[in-house]
């Protein structure tokens, strides 16, 4: 039996959060690096990461990334103790935390962890400053999705 792989074989992508693209209008997207342990990166490299309920809070001029869920090997250091909720802090410039803090001061708005990569040997998250769909917006995004499958199907089917 093999080992289960990262997201894809040969993809650079860790893990996404498929439902925040479902649950927000993304308005505006940064990366971000991680501050991780040791054990972290080797669970990573295992492809062993959930960020699908993760977000950020911004306080004391830092960002920190909430709820995302990195689970322990089994050949982890005993010695070590793992948490695999721990808040995790991002690095950003200051420049994009100050543009942060500007944009999440208005109400409906929060930032949320869109997907997890490698970029070169260090780990990046994409975060994304959200406003909240109603389920009206859910039901129109739904709609145009299926129509562009069915546009895509027809489409197909005319060139013969």
């Not at 690096?33 to 911004?58: C, M, P, T």
């Not at 949320?112 to 039901?139: E, F, T």
């Not at 129509?147 to 489409?155: F, G, N, Q, T």
Request: proline share 2%; glycine share 8%.
């Amino acid at each position: 039996m093999t080992k289960k792989k990262a997201f894809k074989p040969g993809s650079a992508t860790i893990a996404q959060n498929k439902r925040a693209r479902h649950e927000y209008f993304i308005e505006d997207e940064y990366e971000a690096g991680l501050v991780l342990q040791g054990w972290e990166v080797k669970s990573l490299r295992a492809g062993k990461a959930n960020i699908g309920d993760s977000y950020v809070i911004l306080k004391d001029g830092e960002a920190y990334l909430f709820g995302a869920n990195f689970t322990p090997l089994n050949v982890a250091s005993s010695h070590v103790v793992c948490d695999p909720t721990r808040t995790r802090k991002l690095l950003l410039n200051q420049r994009e935390l100050d543009n942060l803090y500007g944009r999440i001061n208005r109400d409906g708005y929060t930032v949320v962890a869109l997907s997890m990569y490698w970029k070169n040997a260090w780990c990046k998250v994409k975060i994304g400053v959200a406003k909240g769909k109603k389920q009206h917006d859910k039901r129109n995004d739904l709609k145009d999705k299926e129509w562009a499958v069915d546009k895509a199907r027809i489409m197909k089917h005319a060139g013969r």
